[in-house]
């Protein structure tokens, strides 16, 4: 016997307090000199390629003069693109991204400064916005969450919200957004992939003359219906039978459905007799 509901899904985002630091996942392409704490920890520890430059400026000459003389350098001699950030509520650092990276993230080209100032200020202020939120505490994940049915035949079914997947380290809402409806998108369309052609088979015993399995999707083979029926001290019964008739059948699906049968059936049976049906 196999459930033909197919599964229900919602994500949510929320806060991602475990976000790590983008600056040391090695996925960064820019690189950092911070040149005036103010208190605050250096963002990166490796100044990047031109660090020995910038120690030798900076040991020279004061904070002002060795930030310019450090960034006509950069630009002259190696191609660099650089920005200089001083935000209110952070340390004062150098961004820099050397012309290979550009070329290679961005597709500029080296002999367009045009195009290789544009994409390189674009990787600058894209990681820079990634490390400030960051540390703003800022990031978010996405939560992928099924609907899962709890069955009780003296009470109401309870429907709960299971997690099943979640990914974090996002410091966009909009692109955790996106990521989120691409993932309930796979979700959803591998429950209904299973749902159409994970359906086992119907047992001998549920099959008519004409060699097809009777019609009413709620039935159970006798052998699984015995075990049930005896009771919770038989769940190994249970799973073996269940097992025995199809290994793919879901054991708490054919419990499930059992129990739903069985409650339909005395109900049926209650309103024939011209009893008042349980409330429960």
């Known amino acids: ?31 950092v000199i911070t040149f005036l704490r103010r208190n605050y920890l250096p963002i990166d520890d490796d100044f990047g390629p031109l660090s020995a430059a910038w120690m030798r400026l ?15 350098y950069a630009r002259a001699i190696h191609g660099a693109v650089t920005l200089v950030d001083r935000p209110s509520d952070g340390a004062f650092a150098i961004w820099y991204v050397m012309p290979d990276d550009v070329d290679f993230w961005t597709g500029a080209k080296r002999g367009n400064p045009e ?11 894209d990681e820079r916005d990634e490390y400030r939120s960051w540390a703003n505490n800022e990031a978010v994940r996405f ?13 109401e079914d ?5 997690e099943v997947e979640a990914v974090g380290g ?26 159409s052609s994970d359906t086992p088979t119907p047992p001998e015993n549920l099959k008519d003359e004409s060699g097809h399995g009777d019609e009413d999707e709620d039935e ?3 052998v699984v219906w015995d075990a049930v029926v005896a009771g919770p001290a038989s769940l190994e019964r249970v799973v073996a039978a269940t097992e025995g008739e199809n290994p793919a059948w879901d054991v708490g699906s054919v419990i499930n459905e059992a129990v739903r049968v069985a409650v339909r059936t005395v109900r049926e049976f209650d309103a024939a007799q011209g009893r008042e049906p349980d409330p429960r």
């Open 1 to 31: 016997m196999t459930s033909t509901l197919i599964p229900e899904f919602r994500y949510r985002i929320e806060h991602d307090e475990y976000a790590e630091n983008p600056r040391t996942t090695g996925a960064a392409v820019t690189n």
């Open 58 to 72: 900076a040991y020279r000459y004061s904070s002002p003069l060795a930030v310019r003389i450090f960034e006509r």
């Open 115 to 125: 195009q290789m100032e544009s994409g390189g200020l674009q990787l600058l202020r």
């Open 143 to 155: 939560v992928i969450e099924k609907r899962t049915t709890w069955t009780n035949p003296d009470h």
């Open 158 to 162: 309870r429907d709960s919200w299971e």
């Open 170 to 195: 996002f410091f966009d809402e909009g692109e955790a957004e996106a990521e989120a409806r691409a993932a309930l998108s796979r979700r959803e369309e591998d429950a209904r992939w299973e749902a």
């Open 220 to 222: 159970v083979p006798d």
